[in-house]
């Protein structure tokens, strides 16, 4: 069976339940790994009963969100370029695309991290720190943003990259095997026991757990060699044609908006917040991460039906496309709800 037609059953004639589960499936159980992820960062810095700890993961978080718009610039914008060539039967515009989105997130990451480091400090006073968790936010951002900024943003795009192509599961190994290594670390490094790094310690695990999430995809891609679109070939960006630019940007920066709008949400929110002291800060934080599990399980559902989607979408086969969508919405509308019923009688 060749490369291309390996990777066409499952976007043109698997049932539509069986393909919707191979592929969002694994996404959704990567999205909960992540949330729990989230939650060990909140749980360990909790352990220590210091408010201020807990207020500079709070604090933070902004900037995290920031890492998002950056996410969805290259990886949805870059998967959805995949997709659509790849259903086009287009396979070097696929892998233009992977290379623009590969460098793009790399290039993308240093520069934030440049950024956010040389103006470190009037960042971390628009974000809501004064003098009591100044210190301990720029020790939790020196690891998650300063050094972590690239990782964070590269492992996730090279994950929808590799969803792109139908293979959900490599893409939540990688994801996962990241977010699982960080809630191993996160007690090393933040508990007395351990390292007794507070909230520092928890964004050097989070570094390092990106860090390794991202070498996972980069020896996936060399192993995969021959068998895969995906393309890190910095020589093509030279005569990248217009169109794959423009289609990228043209799905990303729309859906990148939507990150930065949160982000400023969260920025005001945490400054009114931050007037009442470091323990309201704290305690908004723990509500913000209790709200990351719906979002991240339906966010998880979409993002993984995306390239099945897509793909329908540039093959012409709108029926197939409508199927997934409407099969879908029948599967995350019920789960929503109940959700929604058991936070309104558990939320003590």
Known sequence: MSQAHSKTYLFESMPIPKAVANLAVPMVMTSLVMVIYNLADTYFVGM????????AVTLAYPVMLAFNAVNNLFGVGTSSMMSRSLGAGDHEKVRSASAFGFWGALFSGLLFALVCTLFRTPLMQLLGADESTMEATGAYMLWTVSFGAMPAILNVVQGQMVRSEGSALHASIGTMSGCLLNIILDPIFILPWGLGMGAAGAGLATCISNCFATVYFLVLARVKKGRTFV?????????????????????????SIQNLLNV??????????AAYGATAVAAMGVAHKINMIPMQVALGFSQGIMPLVSYNYASGNRKRMKDAVLFSLGIILPVMTVVTVAYWFCAP
């Open 48 to 55: 220590l009963n210091d408010p201020i700890q807990n207020a």
């Open 231 to 255: 393309c890190m070939d910095i020589r093509r960006l030279k005569n990248i044609p217009a169109p794959v630019v423009m289609g990228i940007l043209g799905v990303g920066i729309p859906a």
């Open 264 to 273: 400023v949400g969260s920025t005001i929110l945490n400054n009114f917040t």
